[in-house]
Structure formats: C-alpha cells, structure tokens
C-alpha cells in the first residue's frame, strides 16, 4: 500500500473516530456520511466475485411447425429461423420478442438451414417426398423473408454449412454420399464432392479453411474437405460406435465437436492434428451441437432425455443439463441476446414443434447487458449495506437528543 494513501486513510479514520469538538454535532455527522458513501464507491468497484458459473435455464417457449428440425441464427436481422419437416415451412422468430414474426413456405421434408452473413439469405434443404425426391435447397432474402432461389443438389439433402471465406455453401446428400458445393454469388451448384456413406452434420472451420462433414452410416466418420480444392483432404474416425450426425466448430479451441447417436458421446477433434483428443458421455440421442463462444461452451440437443448438455471446452466436461421441450433436435447460438434455442420435434401423434429458449445468464453477465455483472451487484449491495448502516446510526443519534430547530445534514 502506498505511505500516503495510509496517513490519509488513517487520518481520515481517526477524524471519523474523534471528530473535531470544534464542529457541531450535525457537520461531523455528515462528514461521516460522506466518508462511508465514499468506502461504499469502493467497495462497489473493489468486490471482484466471478458471474455465477453455469446458470443456464429455458426461460421461453414458442410455438412453431410440425416437427421442427434446423435452425440457425440470422446475426443481421436479430432472427432465428426454424425448418418445419411436416409443415413444408420455416418460422422465423424474432429474438426481441421471442414470437413468430413470419412463416416462409419452402419444399418437401425442409430439414436443415444455413445463415449466408454474406448475402443476408438464409439457405434450406429440402429432401422431396419418396419416391421422386426432388431434391433442392430453398434461398430466402431475410429482408423480405421470402424464397428468391431454389437450387437443386443431391438425393436427400440434410446437413447445410455457410463457408464465410468462399462464400460458398456446402450441403450433405444422404442418399449421395456426396457434398454439393453452391457459390453464393449465383446460387449455382459449383462443385460436388465424394465422402463418406451418409453424410448429414456440416460445420465450416474458418481458422482452417476446411468443411467437416460428419458422415452417419459410415462407422463413425468425418470428411474433412479443403475449401481451396473441393476435396477430401482427410477422415477421420469419429467414433467406435458410428453414426456421427451433428457437428459444430469451436473457433476458440480450434476443435469440432461431433454428436454420436449410437454411443451417446461427443467427439472432439483438433483441426490441427485432424486426430480425436476427447471423448465424453452425454444424454441419450445426442443430435445437433451449436458452440457458444462467449462462454467457450458447446450445447447439444438429446432426444430421448428431452435435455440439452452444456460442455466447457476447458475442460471437455458436462457442466451443466438443461430441460427442454419434447424430443430436442436443433441447436443455434444467438450471440446477442446470449440465448440458445433449442427445437423440440415433439412425440407422434402429438407432434406441434416448439423451439425452448435457453438463457447463458453467464454470459449476459459478462457481456453487461441486458443485466449489469455480478461484480456490479455484490459490491452495490455492500454499498447498500454500508448506507443502511450509516442511516440507521444517524437516526438513532439524532433521537438521542431534541435538536433546537431542523438540522442540516451538513
């Protein structure tokens, strides 16, 4: 501590304990007041608690489609837009209100969805009916939440992944086994790719240039396609069990995460070795995965437990179990209001789709908004508690004796 700061302080305390008998009895009170208002600032600026760690719970439920799958998080428009399956249609929600502000009618069996930050559209597979499958993807203009394209790629398109480096977007054709490739610019199919039996989850990694495409029936693999050659330049072995399906990129870590149905764990893959470096159990069904990366967290939907889990990429560990709507699927990550929806399908033949509304209070505190942190609380409620103390000694003073005449508080 400083020399000075310590003789003030301590001259400072011995005023407040012996205070000049020159002073009337209302001015040394005062000076008290404003001595502890003063300490409170300090305290209120010198409290450092951490937010409260893992504080993840639904706080809304909005009603949607039949059986709603995908979803994904339109930055630019502060809207969630959420696939249909048995609607043929896509609810767009407004994250300020947390209600349906449109419904967008797309093709047969719409399953997954990408946001193009790039052009403000939004872009949906459409797996088309059996047996003729006419298989497209549907672009929306978010500004007019109408379809402005339709593009046709493989059989039975699901997993769909923006490339913000290429502006290009990559789509697994389950029946195909193949990875369209449309260039944003036209909305024309510029590449086609071969990788594994299956494919479904698609996550773009920005840090590597590179699309990591899960592939279902393939004994639990990924494709990893370079974005500069349209080509599988690696596969990796996600699981012993099979049936890789959702997948999402940590830009924090440098790391995918991969849902594996059939053995109800989450892969971890590290982009620069392209080798598993983790494993971990989570519910039953894990789907899809979203990242957060405000709290460095990974969420994934289990469909069987009805729950999401919430992995610390720190530690590569279940933190947190967060309960949801019926048969979770889809997983998205609005950075701004610090919310992750989650879709949940429903049970046949009560299938009417909602989509749970999970708030990271962890990181609203962080962020400063909408909520102050808790660093800001706990030390305005020390301040407080000093005020409190120092009114209650004031009144209780000034009861002791009838003053003249009103006094002044300083």
Known sequence: MDSDRGENEGEGLSELACPNLGMSREHSLGSAVVALLLASSLVIVSVPLEPSAHAQTAVATVNVGGVPEGVAYDSLKGEIFVVNLDSNTVSVISDATNAVVATVSVGSDPSGVAYDSGKGEVFVTDAGVYPSHHCNVSVISDATNAVVATVSVGSDPSGVAYDSGKGEVFVANGMNNSVSVISDTNNAVVATVDVGIGPSGV?????????FVANYLN?????????????????????AGGASFGIAYDSGKGELFVSNEIADTISVISDKTDTVVATMPVGITPAEVAYDPSNGEVFVANGINDTVSVISDATNTVVATVSVGSFPFGVAYDSFRGEVFVTNEGVPPNSNGTVSVIADLTAIAASGSPGASSWTYAGAAAGVAVIVAVAAYYTTSRGRSKPSATPALW
């Open 203 to 211: 996550a773009y990694d920005s840090g590597k240039g590179e699309v």
């Open 219 to 239: 004994n639990g693999t990924v494709s990893v396609i370079s974005d500069t050659t349209n080509t599988v330049v690696a596969t990796l072995k996600a699981s």
